[in-house]
């Protein structure tokens, strides 16, 4: 079976157990679920993910001068690694970006 296949039967699954909630417990019309959460703990890890995010930005991006200079003087020498290492650079920073962007949205929502 494909990973395509699979993931669809798995999808048709979820969504037949969705479906079966239905209006057992919602207040909207029958076949819409509205469900509240009210929960104190919910505002707390929305402050973890401001936390996080705080600390990730600067901690991230620390060895950052420091790893460009390596990557263009490997590159200056002439080794193939000096490009690798730069793109590995680019890679890390794309990376730092999207977790400070999830604990931003987290932040945002639960907080």
Do not use: Y
Not at 21 to 29: E, I, K, L
Not at 56 to 78: N, R
């Amino acid at each position: 079976m494909s990973f395509e296949q699979e993931w669809g039967e798995l999808k048709a699954a979820a969504a037949m157990r969705l479906n079966q909630v239905g209006g057992a417990g919602g207040s909207g019309p029958e076949g819409s679920a509205d469900f509240v959460v009210k929960d104190d703990e919910l505002g707390g890890i929305g402050h973890a993910a401001f936390g996080l995010f705080n600390n990730l930005e600067p901690t991230g991006k620390h060895a950052k001068t420091a790893s460009e200079t390596a990557g263009k003087g490997l590159t200056g020498d002439g080794f193939a690694t000096g490009a690798a290492f730069t793109e590995v650079i680019g890679t890390w920073e794309k990376q730092v970006k999207s977790l400070l962007q999830a604990c931003a949205h987290i932040s945002n929502h639960l907080d």
